[in-house]
């Protein structure tokens, strides 16, 4: 009796597998004859697509961040596809980590969490205040609606690859897996822009500046990103790790980047390379924290006594940029004829003007673009100067902070970074592992790339530059909660047990 009873349980689900199967389907394909007969669109022809992408936002998280990484090298503002739209936004990364947000917030509100390792760790109530005082300086914000949706892009980059990686990495194979995920996916944009660039000649610079586009706005952010990822793939070209039939590969994915960094002729890009190896050193050489601090206070004081001299010696400086390599890393320093450093230093001082007038609560975050311009000085315009905020933001990512949301707002920021660095080389010092030190580093430097190029530039809008920025801050974390956990025990976690 009870297995009739269960074979009639079976009968009707089978049915109804069906007949929700052709409901769909016929639905679907009335829907789309309709609009191409009578409003002439394929609009219907997404639906699959959107209702395949809801179904892994419910169901597979992480399929989805990985798409989204390997997406991210060839995403595309939509406005170069859509013309004259009142909004902007990363097509098809920015919608994606959009529905990971809400979809986020649903599955918290319903009970799940993520672990109190992850939601009580230092750097992440930082991060709390962080967001909370952009919230605050979007309701003062001069320009509300502006404030809301950079505050919107900022959360949708960090609940998925600052919280949600967390969780993830906690499988130590995923953090690999985000690396080559992303590097791989760079490759065809690093060739797409190499064989543009050859086309225009090889030591044409002025080419070098926009034959990345459409996947990057300019050589600068290009540049930017490339070098996140060159300390991790020179860390694993020399470990010992890896089975020397991958370090052919790993050689060659190397000085593909190192080529491509070359050619983008990035100055930032370069310096900040210089800086990470310098990092590189002190943490080889095992120089103290003291020593270190030591030396910097007291370049510090030089500058500052022989500021004079030192201005003069820069406005001396002729050089512009130039296919010359050698000189055109000496035209970083040419603040008297170089209209790209004029024009950032003029960006810069109507930051500080900008703060001034607002010095708590700022203009409201993503403001600084249609506030800046009254404050530039006749003095100070450059030919590349422009009033309609078409030429960037504040090339700054601290003074654009403090612009917009007052010194709080650039305080909390230099917190995460200060931390994230804190927390990164005490865990490579508690470690003996060496894949674990590998790892631990290269996100460290990664992460240095970007805090100098964040000096003179700044792209955390952009999921090119935030996916690696709060991806590799997330490594750092969970390698710190797991030895905090595994009493210095790495072994479980490289094994993934």
Not at 116 to 143: A, E, K, N, Q, V
Not at 313 to 333: C, G, I, P, V, Y
């Amino acid at each position: 009796m009870k297995e009739v009873q269960q074979n009639s349980n079976i009968i009707p689900d089978s049915w109804l597998k069906y007949i929700l199967f052709y409901t769909i389907s016929i639905t679907f394909i009335l829907l789309n004859a309709f609009l191409i007969l009578k409003k002439d669109t394929l609009a219907a022809v997404i639906i699959p697509l959107a209702i395949l992408v809801l179904v892994t936002f419910i169901f597979s998280f992480d399929k989805l961040i990985w798409v989204t990484v390997i997406c991210a090298p060839f995403s595309i503002p939509l406005n170069q596809i859509a013309y004259g739209l009142p909004f902007n936004m990363l097509l098809p990364t920015e919608p994606i980590l959009l529905g990971v947000v809400v979809l986020f917030i649903i599955s918290l509100l319903m009970g799940k969490k993520l672990g109190s390792d992850i939601t009580r760790h230092p750097l992440t109530y930082i991060i709390y205040f962080y967001l909370g005082w952009m919230t605050l300086t979007s309701f003062t914000s001069s320009i509300p609606l502006v404030s809301f949706k950079f505050l919107l892009s900022r959360i949708w980059f960090i609940i998925p690859f600052f919280f949600l990686l967390n969780y993830l990495f906690r499988d130590q194979k995923n953090i690999e897996k985000f690396i080559w995920f992303f590097v791989i996916s760079f490759v065809p944009v690093i060739l797409y822009t190499t064989v543009r660039h050859l086309g225009y000649g090889l030591y044409n610079d002025q080419a070098a500046h926009w034959v990345m586009t459409p996947f990057f706005n300019d050589h600068t952010s290009y540049g930017a990103v490339l070098a996140m990822f060159i300390p991790f793939l020179l860390g694993f070209s020399f470990a010992e790790w890896i089975e020397k039939k991958y370090k052919i590969w790993i050689w060659g994915l190397t000085g593909l980047f190192m080529m491509a960094e070359i050619l983008s002729y990035a100055r930032a890009a370069w310096l900040s390379l210089f800086a990470a190896a310098g990092i590189w050193v002190i943490v080889k050489l095992r120089i103290k924290f003291k020593t270190i601090v030591i030396v910097l206070i007291s370049l510090l004081a030089v500058t500052f006594v022989f500021q004079d001299q030192i201005l003069q010696r820069l406005e001396k400086n002729s050089q512009d940029s130039s296919a010359n390599l050698m000189q055109h890393f000496t035209s970083m320093t040419n603040i008297s004829t170089d209209a790209s450093n004029l024009e950032r230093i003029n960006r810069w001082h109507c930051a500080i003007e900008l703060f001034k007038l607002k010095p708590i609560v700022g203009w409201g975050p993503g403001t600084y673009q249609m506030q800046y311009a009254p404050f530039q000085l006749t003095s100070q315009r450059t030919i590349i100067s422009t009033n309609s905020g078409t030429g960037g933001n504040a090339h700054s990512e601290y003074l654009g902070a403090l612009a917009e949301s007052g010194v709080l707002g650039m305080a909390s920021f230099i917190a995460i970074l200060i931390v994230v660095l804190l927390v990164g080389f005490k865990a490579y010092s508690k470690t003996n592992d060496k894949r674990l030190k590998t790892i631990l580093l290269s996100a460290i430097l990664g992460l240095v790339t970007y805090y100098i190029h964040g000096i003179l530039n700044n792209f955390l809008d952009t999921d090119k530059a935030s996916i690696p920025f709060w991806g590799f801050t997330a490594i750092i974390v969970t390698i710190d909660i797991f030895i905090k956990k595994q009493n210095d025990n790495p072994e479980a976690f490289l094994t993934g047990k």
